[in-house]
């Protein structure tokens, strides 16, 4: 239910109001003048403040500006007796939603409130979908509590508010765009755009109009003017994934990006500017790329000012349990399951997988697993085969069957490995072997 305050000196017509728009489902509170309408702000949600001009102990065409100024959602409708445009212009100038001359309230002051209310209500849904966008691409949302990741975590914050270009580097699947969203959260410019573009999705001509755009005429087809994503992502932040997939000629492009914060446009001759933070990310090793002669020299060292590593899955092995839990209750909620456990066999086979494909691996194991689950718990048997044979009822019969050896030593060395984050020199330690003996035994057993 919307909140109208009513501050009006006369009694009367602070009364007659209050009847009239309560019968309308509104509710009302009153005040007799300026500070005590402030003191009904203080403590009341008000959505509508409807105020005479002449108060005494003010104007309310002033008091409208400093209601605004404290109170910028709050809408104001101004009564006068005696309207003049003078007054009428200077209101809308302080803020007020309309100004109408007492006399006409009775037919407008109704309609005024719906149309006020309904603006009071969108600006704070604007708000409230900022904020769970914002807490949606926040570091507090990415699910994880091992030291790995905690480290990566910990250095994107510390970058996140400055304007230096950061490189994320990582297996695929590993969350680089996650960690990209969250560091232009947390700067200063996540009231702009965020804009995306994977560099592997498209051709060297596509990808030179994707990110830069092009003058009409440029080509075929092109009958008006196009952005590319650096004017869309003016002011804000570009992540360019996969930037080692980028063809060299596009990179020297780029790289005036970088270093003028100019660029031409496809088919144009005079230079564009724009005021950009980059975040790159590549699953490749571009000192090795630069070596092979794919990848700038000059380039990567422009881009790799600040590097964050990402961890792959099966160094944070501990933070399994919550990302399968968080998985599942997504995908039950949109298959309209009520699937709400996991069993132990179940977590164990995912504890003992290697996770090539990190978390969009386990994100589509745990999908297809909900797709064939018609219980309440996902099991084992939900699981592909490859998983189903790493489950603690398979590992125990391979163990205690006494017949194979390798089998059980590579499980065990596993296990060990996943204890210990894949600390190789702590697994050889607690396995008291050599280090060069572990790294055999790797080899050997193909442990990845």
Known sequence: MSKVLIIDDEEKIRTLLSKIITLEGFDVVQADDIKNGFKKLEIADVDVVICDVKLTDGSGIEATKKIKEKYPLVEIILLTAYGNIADGVQAMKNGAFDYITKGDDNNKIIPLLYKATEKVSLAKRVIQLEKQLGNKYSFDNIIGKSKTLGASIDTAKKVAGSETTVLLTGETGTGKEVFAQAIHNASNRNKQNFVAINCSAFSKELLENELFGHKAGAFTGAVKDSKGIFEEANNGTVFLDEIGEMPLDLQAKLLRVLETGEFLKVGDSKSTKVNVRIVAATNRNLQQEVEAGNFREDLYYRIAVFQISLPPLRERI???????????????????????????????????????????????????????????????????????????????????????????????????????????????????????????????????
Request: no cysteine.
């Open 318 to 448: 501990v933070d399994i349990e919550e990302l399968a839990a968080l998985f599942l209750q997504t995908f039950a909620t949109k298959t309209n399951k009520k699937i709400n456990m996991i069993s132990k066999g179940y977590l164990e086979a995912l504890k003992q997988h290697s996770w090539k494909g990190n978390i969009r691996e386990l994100k589509n194991v745990i999908e297809r697993s909900v797709i064939l689950t018609d219980s309440n718990e996902l099991t084992e048997d939900s699981l592909p085969a490859e998983l189903q044979q790493l489950s603690s009822v398979g590992v125990r019969e391979k163990i205690l069957s006494g017949f194979d050896l390798a089998s059980a030593e590579k499980i065990h060395i596993q296990k060990v490995l996943n204890y210990t984050n894949g600390n190789k020199t702590e697994t050889a330690k607690l396995l008291n072997i050599a280090l060069t003996t572990l790294y055999r035994k790797i080899d050997e057993y193909q442990i990845k």
